[in-house]
């Protein structure tokens, strides 16, 4: 069954930067479009980005966009998120997900503060 582990996650000052990696098994990883989503406390989990199965066609949420940056490495079978000039709203757990398939990883969460 499909199985996604993320990491990468922290406290970060704001304006700092991470870079989350999430690891997949249980299915064709270099067929499969990915997408990161994030929840933060209180609120509903929201899409932040996607990626296409070949990496070339990549989309973003506004409040993300020109922050965040998405990319696979399909024989790693691995998906990262670079996250720059992080703000404390981008605080959050952050989980990766196949775009056809419902099951979720246990996530990683990133708390942005000073």
């Known amino acids: 069954q499909v199985q996604l582990v993320e990491s990468g996650g922290g406290v970060v000052q704001p304006g700092g930067s991470l870079r989350l990696s999430c690891v997949a098994s249980?299915?064709?990883?270099?067929?499969?479009?990915m997408a990161w989503y994030r929840q933060a406390p209180g609120k509903e989990r929201e899409f932040v980005a996607t990626?296409?199965?070949?990496?070339?066609?990549?989309n973003y949420a506004d409040s993300v966009r020109g922050r965040f940056s998405i990319s696979r490495d399909n024989p790693k079978r691995t998906v990262y998120l670079q996250m720059n000039n992080l703000k404390p709203e981008d605080t959050a757990v952050y989980y990766c997900?196949?775009?056809?398939?419902?099951?979720w990883g246990q996530g990683t969460q990133v708390t942005v503060s000073s």
């Open positions: 997900k196949p775009l056809r398939s419902d099951s």
């Open positions: 249980g299915f064709i990883f270099s067929a499969w479009d």
């Open positions: 990626i296409s199965s070949e990496g070339r066609r990549r």
